[in-house]
């Protein structure tokens, strides 16, 4: 063992750590494969102590710390390759109170998603932020990303849900922040600056989160579109009629690769564009409502064909159609683009990003889908077999430059939802002016003096 390391198990004994090469390699990347894992170790802490008397440790010994959830991030904000500390919060994952005056559920970071879910359910509950990732993804992970998801349409991201936080700051200080309040108008709100700050400035050790009632029974609707033009005219119909839990959209390409991987075929022809929703049908004027939705697109001649989920197994299967499309498209090693406007900006956003996109990127497979409900686009590029990573990246960088031009003329973001992490981090002035970035910067060295919560992050 390193004198480094002898020196962190004495500050903080029976700290369980890692070293092996497999686990440095694993707990050295999230999803992006563009690094490589080179991280010191993995530390494992047990307890809120432990998590402090690391990160004071790495204080005096000038270490710094990747903090470390599920690691299904998108965009390296979990890779350590530069010899940092792991600070895993894997085993802190248990739910820790309940209360059903207020609501509200404290669980440990590292609980993952799919595991609030089932606590929120033996409440008679639910905790509403979903995805994909939901098996492997923490919340810990998802308030530093200030995860969305499927149901944002409906119950906003990650931020709306968290009435509480308990954090180790990268200074080392023990803060509990907002501690449950629905009111509190007592100053600066810290809560927020860690949500989505993709642990830059501390690392998250506890939750409070709110629960909901459940949503009335729903459901899934998958409809064909003629075009990317009629979307948002679809939407905004269902939209005005129905009460909708979830508006997602994919193309045929991503169809065709999530049947390559075993879904179910909708339908017996091929269409251009598909959309995903989801909506209450606990009574008949739901019903009928839905179906005068789809009977309005179909008149405009905006819908070309449908199905009505008949049964929990048939939504089942509708979702995973959406659901399953990064996971059927990861061999070819996609660029990802995640990028967001305003929702009345969308027809214009697509319009634009399809020109440029369509121009740019002749010999790629492009596969366009997403969360169009929240003006939210997933652009993936897939690589070529025959192209090696270097050049493939570096003439996906090329388009991005262009992509977030047109984000910044557009009042857009570069991140939607995964974060900025490494990999959009040359594009965040896209998004955020100069004088934003240089609050960041002070904020930063406010909460973590030393810089070493997860350096060259999001912003160098
Ligand atoms: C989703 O919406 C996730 O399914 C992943 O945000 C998106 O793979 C992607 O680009
Ligand atoms: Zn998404």
Known sequence: MSDRLASLQQAVPGLRLKTDAADLEHYGRDWTRRWTPAPLAIALPGSVEEVQAVVRWANDNDVAIVPSGGRTGLSGGAVAANGELVLSLERMNKALS????????????????????????EHGLIY???????G???????????????????YGNTREWVAGLKVVAGN???????????????GYDLRNLFIGAEGTLGIVVEATL???????????????????????????????????????FFTDKALAHVLAH????PFDEVYPYYVVTEYAS?????????????????????????????SDAQAQQLWRL???????????????????????????????????????????????FGHIGDGNLHINVLKPDDWNDADFIAACEKVTKLLAQTLHDFGGSISAEHGIGLVKKPYLSSTRSDAEVAMFKGIKRALDPKGLMNPGKVFD
């Open 98 to 121: 309940f209360d059903r005056i207020d609501r509200l559920m404290t669980v440990q970071a590292g609980m993952p998603l799919q595991a609030v879910h089932n606590a929120a359910k």
């Open 128 to 134: 509403p932020v979903d995805f994909a990732a939901r």
């Open 136 to 154: 492997s993804c923490s919340i810990g992970g998802n308030i530093a990303t200030n995860a969305g998801g499927i149901r944002v349409i409906r």
């Open 172 to 186: 080392g200080e023990l803060l509990e922040l907002n501690r449950g309040l629905v009111k509190n108008s007592s």
């Open 210 to 248: 709110k629960l909901a009632d459940p949503p009335p029974p729903g459901n899934v609707m998958l409809l064909a579109l003629p075009s990317f033009e009629v979307l948002m005219q679809v939407f905004a119909a269902f939209r005005e009629r129905l009460q909708l839990e979830a508006f997602e």
């Open 262 to 265: 075993g879904a179910q075929k």
């Open 282 to 310: 606990n009574s008949e004027a739901n019903e009928a409502a839905a179906l005068a939705a789809f009977e309005y697109g179909m008149e405009q001649g905006w819908i070309l064909d449908g199905v009505i989920s008949q």
């Open 322 to 368: 959406r659901e399953g499309i990064t996971e059927s498209i990861a061999r070819y090693k996609p660029y990802k683009n995640d990028v967001s406007v305003r929702i009345s900006q969308m027809p214009a956003f697509l319009d634009a990003s399809q020109e440029l996109i369509g121009e740019n990127y002749p010999d790629f497979e492009v596969i366009w």
